[in-house]
């Protein structure tokens, strides 16, 4: 169960990937809309990432 979510996840990624270049190619608007979709989500995750990073080093921005 657990490799069939994986693998749909995977497919999402590839399928926005794919449709950010496309859309960067002059695409269709429906790929213009899933580009800036998966691009407001990548930089969602990668805000995140530098939010958990940060609590992880043990720096306190206050001092």
Sequence with gaps: MI???LIGVLAL???GCACV?????GGPRWTRAVAATTLAAGE???G???NRSR???GSA???
């Design 44 to 46: 969602l995750l990668r």
């Design 48 to 50: 995140s990432g530098k």
């Design 3 to 5: 490799a069939l979510v």
């Design 13 to 15: 990624v590839v399928g």
């Design 21 to 25: 270049v496309w859309a960067e190619r």
């Design 61 to 63: 921005d206050g001092d």
């Design 55 to 57: 609590g992880l080093n």
